[in-house]
């Protein structure tokens, strides 16, 4: 069985009470990324930089309140008993990053008069390998892990460090390496919009097929995640990655069908003798 043992402090710098965690210099790391991608994309496409940066500002705002809001109403039961720890920022969800980041693009989009589904698809790739590599920051700070004694096919990860137990991370016990699990798998989504980012149509396709992918994984690799219930059984997350599904395969499976019919369409009008219509 493979076994990684994480022996490793989260906290990577520390200066008096102020300390700095891995997780956090990961999350610096996956904003960079996502912007050096979508900069990238942006120049592709004909999208002026000033916008990505602009972009990213509204974006990391929207997502970090909409992720400590995700997480606020997760854990409703504790806030109530401490409602002194509402303004904290020590509980953030990656759904809630997600969700904010989203509806930053939709107004940004909006008040610039700009396409959204062409923003959202230049966002698309650079936010799931910024995911990514968010993971190695759990994969260090402890966080998202797995349930205990994995079988041994499925590897495990075993933190050692007591610094751990004081974030609540289970210590000298296997878990499931969700952390990895989800790495690899938002790495193989970055690979999968890379090579299909200029072959998809119509606009805004990648950007569903990024939701799709997401939340397919994030969904089947909770199982094997600690977490409270919070809806019918489900998690929090489950049942948002329940909800991603519905509503982006569908649509997904829809725009791509009426841009072939399109395509199709405009393809037998091209070939058409003059004054005869298609198929006639």
Not at 12 to 23: A, I, P, Q, R, S
Request: charged share 10%; proline share 5%; with cysteine.
């Amino acid at each position: 069985m493979f076994t990684l043992t994480i022996s490793l402090s989260p906290v990577v710098l520390k200066l008096g009470t102020f300390e700095v965690h891995w997780y956090g210099v990961m999350v610096a790391l996956a904003v960079a990324a996502v912007i050096a991608i979508s900069l990238r994309e942006a120049k592709r496409l004909g999208v002026a930089a000033d916008h990505i940066y602009n972009l990213a500002i509204w974006a990391v705002l929207a997502g970090i309140i909409m992720s400590r809001l995700l997480h606020v109403i997760d854990e409703w039961h504790y806030y109530l008993a401490h409602p002194q720890q509402l303004l904290s920022f020590a509980g953030l969800t990656i759904y809630g990053a997600v969700l904010g980041a989203l509806v930053a693009v939709i107004v940004y989009a909006w008040t610039k008069k700009l396409s959204f589904w062409r923003l959202a698809d230049i966002v698309a790739p650079g936010a799931i390998l910024g995911q990514a590599i968010g993971r190695i920051g759990c994969t260090i700070n402890g966080c998202c892990y797995g349930l205990e004694n994995p079988p041994w096919w499925a590897g495990a990860i075993v933190y050692t460090n007591p610094e751990h137990a004081l974030l609540g991370t289970p210590i000298n016990v296997p878990l499931y390496p969700t952390q990895l699990y989800h790495l690899v798998w938002n790495l193989m989504g970055f690979a999968v919009l890379l090579s299909l980012r200029k072959r998809l149509a119509p606009q805004g396709t990648l950007f569903l097929l990024y939701l799709a992918i997401y939340a397919a994984g994030d969904l089947t690799i909770r199982l094997a995640r600690e977490g409270e219930p919070f809806f019918l059984g489900l998690q929090q997350a489950q049942l948002i990655g329940i909800i991603t599904l519905l509503v982006t395969v569908p649509w997904l499976a829809i725009r791509m069908w009426l841009a072939r019919q399109k395509a199709a369409f405009q393809a037998g009008d091209e070939v058409s003798p003059p004054g005869q219509s298609p198929g006639a």
